[in-house]
């Protein structure tokens, strides 16, 4: 199908910008199961989550891979704006674009993120109960990275001075002076405390995958949503759908992907460890997300089979 773009129904005033991909001998008077992929923190469809989306379209899904709200080719103001409670409500804004399409499967939509997109799809999955099976690869809980740090040595306390930063940066963002910045990444390589971190910086800021549309920072005053957010709250009661973990055995965020394991209240919850893989790996990793792609492909052909899906 291609890109399209449509109206946020969570705020019409902005459009959203997607990539719809359709699976070999699609036939648009049937009906099809369909995955939305929501993307890392600092990057757009066109990275990792255009790569699984596409390869998981090829195993017979349809599938759409968006950009958030603020970020990307999507709209809004500020732009980068990083609000994890907006990335939330915007995967859900997608499947409310879906259920509009005739060859969606309404009873028969699963979601999957990477990174940061990991961590909204499994908040949109509390909430939503239209999303039927979640899928989740190399996940990160935004609010946990930046309050306990990338190898969770800072106690939630030590991360008060990030929330009156932000806070003081939307009295400077009133004052008219613009809008201050942060990084999602790191911006240079020299600021790369580890080599996990220094391929990120690789990732986004080299040919290896860098995008004009991304460019790997947030406004500094999405800090105040961002230390307060926990994507996995209420997990422990609401997230009940069946899930599919996804992980490098050498992630430094592994650690959030099991807290969302052990938090799930499924009973149908699956981890699956790709030995050696790092958190980037499974970016773009092309036999560790070849790998990936074929757990969350059998998931999802199982979950959301015309047999199995329940409303």
């Not at 807290?259 to 699956?272: E, G, H």
Request: charged content about 20%.
């Amino acid at each position: 199908m291609g890109k399209i773009s449509f109206a946020n129904s969570n705020n019409p005033t902005i459009t959203m910008s997607a990539v719809i991909n359709v699976p070999e001998g699609f036939d648009e008077t049937k009906t099809w199961p369909a995955i939305v992929v929501s993307h890392p923190g600092g990057g757009v469809k066109e990275q990792t989550a255009g790569a699984y989306a596409k390869k998981l379209a090829d195993q017979g899904f349809v599938t759409i891979a968006f950009d958030r709200s603020y970020q990307g080719e999507s709209g809004g103001e500020p732009r980068q704006l990083e609000n994890p409670y907006i990335s939330t409500e915007d995967v859900s804004a997608v499947i409310d674009y879906l259920t509009t399409l005739s060859y969606v499967d309404k009873e028969r939509i699963g979601a999957m993120g990477i990174c940061a997109g990991a961590g909204y799809t499994a908040n949109a999955a509390i909430q939503d109960r239209r999303i039927k099976a979640i899928g989740t690869v190399s996940a990160v809980n935004i609010g946990s990275m930046f309050r306990n740090g990338w190898e969770n040595n800072v106690k939630s306390i030590d991360a008060l001075p990030y929330i009156e930063a932000g806070s003081n940066a939307r009295t400077a963002d009133a004052g008219g002076r613009g809008y201050a910045t942060m990084p999602l990444a790191p911006l240079a390589e020299k600021e790369a405390p580890n080599e996990e971190l220094r391929q990120a910086w690789e990732y986004y800021h080299t040919p290896r995958a860098e995008h004009p549309t991304a460019p790997g920072f947030a406004t500094l005053r999405s800090l105040s949503q961002i230390i307060t957010y926990d994507a996995y709250h209420m997990a422990d009661v609401y997230l009940t759908q069946p899930i599919q973990i996804v992980a490098g055995s050498v992630a430094g965020s592994k650690r959030m992907s099991d807290d969302l394991f052990d938090r799930a209240a499924s009973t149908d919850k699956a981890f699956y460890v790709v030995e050696g893989a790092n958190h980037m790996d499974l970016y773009d990793g092309q036999t560790f997300v070849d790998e990936a792609v074929s757990v969350l492909a059998a998931f999802f052909m199982d979950k959301l089979s015309a047999k199995t899906a329940v409303a």
